[in-house]
């Protein structure tokens, strides 16, 4: 009797191993993929998927009966790219207030508990199966990253910073630190968290930058760094992997007649933003000097150009009605809408200042690009007007209205995020032996990069997203 009840529960341990296989196994038949590293398509291929991975592209054949049990796509007319990349994703965000210690402003983030589920689900049915978190509380960006890889949240895979590091104070989203051993403290102690990259943030010294990259370097961790005091060239000589957000912000950019009155608009905030391009030549010896920098260290920029529309253009409709909104918690938005905004403050005269500079925003992404520094792109998601998945699909449209073509935006959107990430050996393009991790549009985004947002459906890990 005992070996007949082993007999019997082998018995349905093959079957439901076999049931288990059969689930895994999908096939996308007489679909055009699209080879983003070259800007091509190859019309009526099928693609066979079993446990997660893409196991043969060949061109579209009959369908047979014996592959009845596979879970099968039908792809005529419709065009298949790698999953979208969004390089800056801040999960554990939430209302940011100011308060003041006499004349020193002091910023607190409260960070909202159900915010990184809501943009870890929203992220993926837009589309973007791959993320990073540039910065925010280490234990809530590791626990995120966690909790995807367990299959314990819906979304895309995340790595993550975890709290930025900095000479000034931003509760619950900043460490401050003074001195070397406070960064290199510091920088250990988010390695044994468990995080995938250290950023370091606008106030630190050129001597605390290079203390900073060093250790990351040392212990196996790429740097990030949003950089105002420092500038792009000096980082890049120090070694910094990644530059996030398109703004330089340094006035050695600038002719010495202007620097003064960028240094005064620097002291008001968020003037700075446009005011650095409406003072910079983009044609200057400086600005050469800084583009074979970045080039001849293969530093790469993240210029997240959404957060910055959204702040040059924060008096039109686009954003602050965006019905996407209603996606996030209320919190956030009434946040957004009353205490915590990138133009708090701005007048008419200040938008139309700024928006007069949009044109410069758009001629140095160009010269970045077209001089070979790496772009990705990146959304700085959660932040004032930026949604998850919503704002990404922006960030492709202001990428090709900078006069990139859309076969170099869509290269931008997924296989120079998988570099940035150091995983184009297994996401990024639609290859044999790569992740199925793919989007099924229902358009060709070479022909129209705004087809990005016409989603069919998503597969991540080979498995389709409801």
């Not at 009840?5 to 996308?28: D, E, P, W």
């Not at 039908?74 to 298949?80: E, F, H, L, Q, R």
């Not at 260290?297 to 924060?314: E, K, R, W």
């Amino acid at each position: 009797m005992k070996n007949m009840k082993m007999t019997i529960l082998g018995i349905v341990i093959a079957i439901f191993s076999v049931q288990v296989s059969f689930a895994q196994r999908v096939l996308i038949k007489n679909v055009n993929v699209i080879d983003v590293e070259r800007g091509e398509v190859q019309e009526g291929r099928d693609l066979s998927i079993e446990n997660g991975v893409i196991q043969a592209i060949s061109p579209t054949k009959k369908y047979r009966k014996k592959e009845e049990n596979t879970t099968l796509i039908d792809g005529a007319g419709k065009y298949v790219i790698p999953g979208f990349i969004d390089t800056h994703v801040h999960t554990a965000m939430g209302p940011a207030n100011v308060s003041f210690d006499g004349e020193t402003p002091h910023l607190t983030l409260t960070p909202l508990a159900e915010l990184p589920a809501i943009t870890a689900k929203l992220l993926l049915q837009h589309g973007v199966t791959t993320a990073r978190d540039p910065g925010g509380k280490t234990e809530i960006t590791v626990q995120t990253k966690m909790d995807l890889l367990n299959d314990k949240m819906e979304g895309p895979e995340l790595m993550v910073a975890g709290n930025i590091i900095d000479a000034t104070e931003f509760t619950n989203m900043v460490v401050k630190v003074s001195n070397e051993e406070e960064i290199l403290s510091e920088i250990r102690k988010q390695k044994r968290a468990g995080v995938d990259f250290i950023k370091l943030y606008t106030s630190l010294s050129p001597q605390l930058l290079k203390s900073g990259i060093e250790e990351s370097h040392k212990l196996g961790l790429q740097t990030i760094a949003h950089l105002h005091g420092t500038s792009w060239t000096e980082a890049s000589n120090l070694g910094i992997d990644n530059i996030v957000h398109i703004v330089p912000g340094h006035e050695r950019y600038l002719p010495e007649a202007d620097r003064t009155a960028y240094q005064q608009a620097s002291l008001m905030g968020s003037f700075s933003f446009y005011k650095w391009f409406e003072y910079v030549d983009l044609n200057s010896d400086e600005i050469a000097e800084l583009i074979q920098t970045l080039k001849s260290n293969n530093t790469s920029i993240d210029p997240t150009l959404v957060v910055f529309h959204a702040t040059f253009f924060g008096n039109k409709q686009e954003y602050v009605a965006n019905p996407m909104l209603g996606k996030l918690p209320s919190e956030l938005v009434d946040n957004w809408k009353t205490a915590f905004n990138f133009n708090m403050g701005w007048t008419e005269k200040h938008f139309s200042e700024a928006q007069k500079t949009w044109p410069k925003v758009q001629q140095f992404v160009k010269l970045l690009h077209g001089n070979g520094i790496m772009l990705t792109a990146g959304t700085d998601t959660n932040n004032p007007w930026v949604v998850p998945g919503d704002s990404f699909h922006k960030e492709l449209t202001l990428l090709r209205n900078c006069g990139l073509s859309n076969a170099e935006v869509l290269k931008i959107a997924t296989l120079n995020g998988a570099k940035l990430l150091g995983i184009d050996n297994r996401v990024g393009k639609i290859e044999e032996g790569k992740e199925a991790d793919l989007v099924l549009l229902n358009a060709n985004p070479l022909e129209d990069i705004s087809h990005s947002q016409d989603i069919n459906l998503v597969l991540s890990n080979g498995m389709v997203v409801d």
